[in-house]
Nanobody, 120 residues
């Protein structure tokens, strides 16, 4: 059974930093695109960033460009999201996603989420 486990969330003051980790079990991330999404109270889940399986390609939501950095360590089978210059608007539950496409279909897995709260 595949599980993605996020960690690193918490409470931080505006301007502070947090680093989220995503450690899958039952899945080797080598051939998976990894991404982070977030959902604030009363809002829909939104895209934050993704990184290709090789790490050679990334895409960021405009709201986090220049402040967040996605990374992956395939040897450690772990993905990361470094969040700097945090703002109260970044408060949300952050979800890790791993996705792979092949001739047999699309495989997409989600973590349970980790809460990030930014105080003003």
């Amino acid at each position: 059974q595949v599980q993605l486990v996020e960690s690193g969330g918490g409470l931080v003051q505006a301007g502070g930093s947090l680093r989220l980790s995503c450690a899958p079990s039952g899945l080797t991330i080598t051939r998976y695109t990894m991404g982070w999404f977030r959902q604030a109270p009363g809002k829909e889940r939104e895209f934050v960033v993704f990184i290709s399986w090789s790490g050679g390609s990334t895409s960021y939501a405009d709201s986090v460009k220049g402040r967040f950095t996605i990374a992956r360590d395939n040897a450690l089978n772990t993905g990361y999201l470094q969040m700097n210059s945090l703002k109260p608007d970044d408060t949300a539950v952050y979800y890790c996603n791993a996705q792979s496409s092949s001739w047999s279909g699309v495989y997409s897995y989600w973590g349970q989420g980790t809460q990030v709260t930014v105080s003003s």
